[in-house]
């Protein structure tokens, strides 16, 4: 009995196991006022705060991939392209090339667009890694500059579509 039980978990294919993703990241977008009305303040880039956030917004992209038995693959053999792509989530084909030499089956990527100082936009998309086609996306707009309220945009589009349960 124990035989069987073992050769049952050693050739069971994993549970959790969801496919290789490319992540390249969230890119954050300043198209508000705050930027774009002095050229001092465009240069000196955006906020550290919202900086910050951006990379709590990725932190949690990954945690929950990762928990629900996606791959997250190392960058590192595309870590030269990337590096010269503003933004992976909009650069007409360059992320299926990354993924293709990576060996994804899939691409995460996200946009974070500040439309005013208290209104953000945030955008996931998980896309086939060798198509580009969208296989699931979401967007979100949230009002509010804090740590709590961009979480908040990020949980719901996790929750309600990335990892939504389909209807039977």
Not at 18 to 36: K, N, P
Not at 90 to 103: P, W
Request: hydrophobic fraction near 45%; proline fraction near 3%; glycine fraction near 8%.
């Amino acid at each position: 009995m124990r035989l069987i039980l073992f050769l049952f978990l050693a050739f069971a294919p994993a549970a959790y196991a969801q496919g290789e993703v490319a992540f390249f990241g969230l890119h954050l977008e300043d198209s508000s006022d705050q930027t774009t009305q002095s050229s001092s303040l465009m240069a000196a880039g955006p906020d550290d705060a919202d900086l910050a956030r951006v990379e709590m917004l990725e932190g949690m992209l990954t945690e929950r991939f990762e928990a629900e038995g996606y791959t997250l693959l190392d960058l590192a053999p595309v870590a030269e392209e990337l590096e010269r792509v503003s933004n992976p989530a909009s650069c007409y084909g360059c992320d299926i090339r990354m993924a293709k030499t990576l060996g994804a089956e899939f691409i995460l990527v996200g946009e974070v667009n500040m439309v005013s100082p208290v209104l953000v936009s945030i955008a996931v998309q998980l896309k086939n890694g060798t198509s580009g086609e969208i296989v699931k996306g979401g967007s979100v707009s949230v009002r509010g500059s804090t740590d709590e309220i961009w979480a908040r945009g990020m949980r719901q589009i996790l929750k309600n579509r990335i990892f939504r349960e389909e209807d039977t």
